[in-house]
Structures are given as structure tokens and as C-alpha cells.
């Protein structure tokens, strides 16, 4: 396309120029022969150039206005290529934009399943590390209380360190539950949520009922290499 511009764009811009040229040289020569008809009985010396100019007009006035014009041609139709290139290319660009908008789409669903198994797995290293899915799969009223304590402080102490060592959570707010705090104004609303009378602006003053968390390290356990996110843990077969 920008070939075929190009060579479409000379022919109009040499056409044009040649009837622009034709233009100029008809009014000098007519203009020329104009004058020295007005000025034929006067000795002034400009009556001496038109007479040289008149002369001289096709061998040499001729040549060197078309000469002129080919070269302001060229110039032209330089201009007008180079800015039609950049134009085409642009638009030769912006078409495999729309193809990757696409493939960014496609990404998009690959990336939205990767989080997916990213939470998945985080409950799958609960449950190896710590056995937190057996525990809440387990019909509790079959046990003592006793039993169920010790069952938890196991599991507890096990999920624990498994959240300790991917994500050391620490606390949203580093101070005791139910002392009274002041929430300036600019607080980030992400991190603080606001129960209650909420009325006006802040600064606000409230009693913290709850410290929140926010990990102090985000290690992403390694994924297993499973093609079905969806499976947790794997079942066990003891083969005899």
C-alpha cells in the first residue's frame, strides 16, 4: 500500500507541478513581451534585461525553471512519502495490537486459573504440612473434648508454622484488642475497615475490635505439577 502511495502520489505532484511551471513561465514570457511593447521607446537599462530575458526565454529560462520545479518536486514528493510510511506503519502495527488483545485475553483466563491454583495450593500445603483439610472433614461428635484439644493443638501448632514460613503475618494495627485508637484522616481504607456510628470526617476515635493481619513476606509455596488445578491433594494408594 505504501508502495503503490508512493508511486500514485509522484504522478499527481509532477503533474501539478508541471502545470504550476507552465503557469509561471506563460505569465513571465507574456508578462516579459508586455512590458517591452509598453517600454519599447524608453533607454532605461531594466528595458535591456527584458530584452535579454525575452531573448533567452525558451533556451534557457525554460530549462531552468523546469529544472527548478523538479527539484521542488522531488522535495514534495519526499515529504509526502516519508509522512505516508509512517502513517501505513502505524497502521500495520496497530492491527497485531488487536490480535494480541486477543492473546491478552487468553492470558488473562491462564492467569486468572494460575491464582486459582495458588489458593488451591496454599490449602494443599495446609494440609500436608498440618492436616487442617482432614481436621474439618472430621465428624467431631464421635470424639471427647479432651481428644478433640489435643488433636487441635497439633494441627494448630503444625498450620502455624506453615503460615509463619510463606507469609509471617503481622498485624494490621500493633496494639490490644479493645484500646481506644484515633484513625487520621488519608487512613488507608483497604487496611482499616470502619464499623458503626461512621458519620462526618475523620480523624476518627473507635475501640479496635479486631487488629487485622497483613503478611510480612509472600513466598509462594512451589506449584505441584498437576494438569487438573482443581486437585487439592492427591489420594494415597499403598500398593502391597
Not at 120 to 127: A, D, E
Request: charged share 30%; proline share 4%.
Amino acid at each position: 500500500m505504501s508502495k503503490k502511495f508512493a508511486q500514485r502520489s509522484f504522478l499527481v505532484i509532477i503533474g501539478f507541478m508541471a502545470v504550476l511551471m507552465l503557469g509561471v513561465d506563460a505569465g513571465v514570457y507574456f508578462g516579459v513581451e508586455k512590458l517591452l511593447h509598453l517600454l519599447a521607446s524608453d533607454s532605461w537599462d531594466g528595458v535591456r534585461l527584458l530584452k535579454l530575458v525575452s531573448i533567452n526565454f525558451f533556451p534557457w529560462f525554460v530549462p531552468v525553471s523546469g529544472a527548478v520545479f523538479l527539484l521542488f518536486t522531488l522535495i514534495l514528493w519526499l515529504m509526502v512519502k516519508g509522512s505516508a510510511a509512517s502513517v501505513f506503519k502505524e497502521k500495520t502495527v496497530a492491527q497485531p495490537l488487536k490480535r494480541e488483545g486477543k492473546k491478552d485475553a487468553a492470558d488473562l483466563r491462564i492467569e486468572q486459573e494460575r491464582r486459582r491454583r495458588v489458593f488451591l495450593h496454599l490449602l494443599s500445603v495446609l494440609q500436608r504440612e498440618g492436616r487442617l483439610l482432614d481436621f474439618f472433614d472430621e465428624d467431631l461428635s464421635l470424639y471427647e473434648d479432651e481428644e478433640i484439644g489435643a488433636a487441635v493443638r497439633s494441627i494448630q501448632e503444625d498450620c502455624k508454622k506453615t503460615i509463619a514460613k510463606y507469609l509471617a503475618l503481622k498485624p494490621v494495627i500493633d496494639k490490644a484488642e479493645g484500646e481506644e485508637i484515633v484513625v487520621e484522616q488519608g487512613f488507608d481504607p483497604d487496611a482499616i475497615k470502619l464499623t458503626g456510628n461512621v458519620t462526618g470526617n475523620p480523624p476518627f476515635k473507635g475501640l479496635l475490635r479486631h487488629r487485622g493481619w497483613k503478611a510480612g513476606k509472600r513466598e509462594i509455596p512451589k506449584l505441584s505439577d498437576v494438569l487438573d488445578a482443581a486437585i487439592i491433594v492427591p489420594a494415597e494408594v499403598e500398593i502391597n
